[in-house]
């Protein structure tokens, strides 16, 4: 104990800006890693911890003066490493299970170190140090719950997805979903998705992924099993002829193949969800049909033609939704550096005036007359009297 209380010590003396405390001597220890980072604030400097377990994170904030004796708390009998930063040090204490201490210390410039730490510390919902097993699984997570380096811009994206959810989510305090997840095919973002909602948030799910390919659907079925994920299965079908009769909360189809996307928004229109997330692919439904007399320059270039009528086609479904009734927005999904698909429709049922929802129909009818466009969705929504 002395011998410990003398490394922290001389770590403390040091202008200290971050610790990562890890590696348990036991799994009673109630955290699996706990990091400890110098903030300030109002020109007063002091230390967040986090506290991570298996699902959640833990924060306490804590005066500059109380390192020492935090340290000492959560280290004393319960972790093996510790990692600690100042701008021209570099600490690394090691406890063996006998209590031996060793102490290495080394000159290092730091402040690079400590700058990319903080960049990267902002406030994500699928936070380091959750133990996320689709995430360790799909190669982004370590064991331990560290993001794989090369793995960073996946993780982002991930949370990214996760960030436009939630900010729909929250406005409600919602108990129990239903929840559609169209063209699931074999990446993790189900599994992922379903963590988030009884994990995270605690909200009873129901959540049901559908694809075309039958060895998929098997393979991500005992994967779900495997989770102990028991709400969540998939299914063999189309989207375009799928029969669901009760009721739909939320739809999510990302990266549907060109009028798959329409088919399945015009199914969650049907089914009157209270959430659409729409991540579209492939739109050459347009790209075939755009002809205009007024404005050939776009149609001049197959690659000007090309982007286009992908922007049109998603402007109309936006429009189109709006018509019915739902609140739309078009976002960036991920940096278009990393991806060219990069645009997610987040539609919510809203009170639309009849004068905005007129006004997105006539909007669409202007450009499909201009470019002689026969929209899927639009010619679905008409068939059965929805707008």
Same mark, same amino acid.
């Given at each position: 104990m002395?011998e ?9 003396n040091d202008?200290?800006v971050?610790v990562v405390?890890s ?13 400890i ?8 400097e ?12 833990f924060? @306490? ?7 020492n ?6 280290i004393?009998?319960? %972790? ?6 100042s ?16 102490l ?7 402040k690079n ?6 960049n990267r ?8 140090g959750m133990?996320?097993?689709p995430?360790?699984?799909? &190669?982004?997570?370590?064991k @331990? ?11 982002k994206?991930i949370?990214?997805?996760?960030e ?5 989510? +929250?406005k ?5 979903l ?5 063209g699931?095919?074999?990446s993790?973002?189900t599994f992922?998705?379903? %963590?988030?909602?009884?994990?995270i948030?605690?909200i009873?799910?129901k ?12 393979k ?7 989770y102990k ?7 063999? &079908? ?12 939320m739809?999510?189809?990302l ?6 996307t329409d %088919? ?12 659409i997330?729409?991540v579209p ?5 347009f790209?075939d049909?755009? #002809?205009?007399?007024?404005?050939s ?11 286009v ?5 998603d402007a109309? #479904? &936006?429009?189109l ?19 060219? +698909? ?8 809203g ?6 929802r007129?006004?997105s ?10 470019f002689?466009?026969?929209?899927t969705?639009?010619k679905l ?7």
């Amino acid at each position: 104990m002395e011998e410990l209380k003398k490394s922290i010590n001389e770590i403390t003396n040091d202008n200290i800006v971050k610790v990562v405390i890890s590696n348990k001597l036991n799994k009673d220890v109630e955290y699996n890693k706990i990091n400890i980072q110098l903030k300030e604030k109002n020109n007063k400097e002091y230390y967040q911890i986090e506290k991570y377990t298996d699902k959640q994170v833990f924060h @306490e904030n804590i005066e500059k003066n109380m390192l020492n004796e935090k340290m000492l708390e959560f280290i004393n009998g319960k %972790y093996k490493q510790v990692g600690a930063w100042s701008e021209t040090n570099t600490y690394d204490l090691k406890i063996s299970k006998k209590g031996k201490i060793f102490l290495g210390k080394k000159k290092s410039d730091n402040k690079n170190v400590v700058n990319k730490s903080h960049n990267r510390e902002k406030n994500y919902i699928l936070k380091e140090g959750m133990l996320i097993q689709p995430l360790i699984d799909l &190669g982004v997570f370590t064991k @331990e719950g560290k993001v794989v380096n090369s793995k960073y811009d996946k993780y982002k994206q991930i949370n990214r997805f996760i960030e436009i959810i939630d900010d729909e989510i +929250k406005k409600n305090d919602y108990k129990e979903l239903t929840i559609l997840d169209f063209g699931c095919g074999k990446s993790y973002l189900t599994f992922v998705l379903y %963590y988030y909602f009884v994990e995270i948030k605690k909200i009873d799910v129901k959540m049901i992924g559908l694809d075309l390919k039958a060895d998929v659907i098997k393979k991500c079925n005992e994967i779900a099993k495997k989770y102990k994920y028991e709400n969540l299965t998939f299914e063999l &079908g189309d989207i375009n002829g799928y029969k669901y009769t009760d009721k739909v909360d939320m739809v999510i189809t990302l990266h549907a193949c060109d009028t798959a996307t329409d %088919y399945a928004l015009y199914n969650a229109i049907k089914w009157n969800a209270k959430m659409i997330f729409s991540v579209p692919c492939c739109q050459h439904e347009f790209n075939d049909q755009i #002809r205009s007399s007024e404005f050939s320059l776009i149609t001049k270039y197959g690659i000007i033609k090309e982007r286009v009528s992908a922007l049109m086609t998603d402007a109309v #479904r &936006g429009n189109l939704l709006e018509a019915i009734g739902y609140k739309t927005q078009l976002l960036e999904f991920i940096d278009i550096a990393h991806s060219p +698909k990069n645009i997610l429709i987040r539609a919510s049922k809203g009170n639309i005036s009849k004068d905005k929802r007129e006004k997105s129909l006539k909007e669409v009818n202007n450009i499909i007359n201009e470019f002689n466009l026969e929209p899927t969705l639009l010619k679905l929504l008409k068939n059965d009297n929805l707008i």
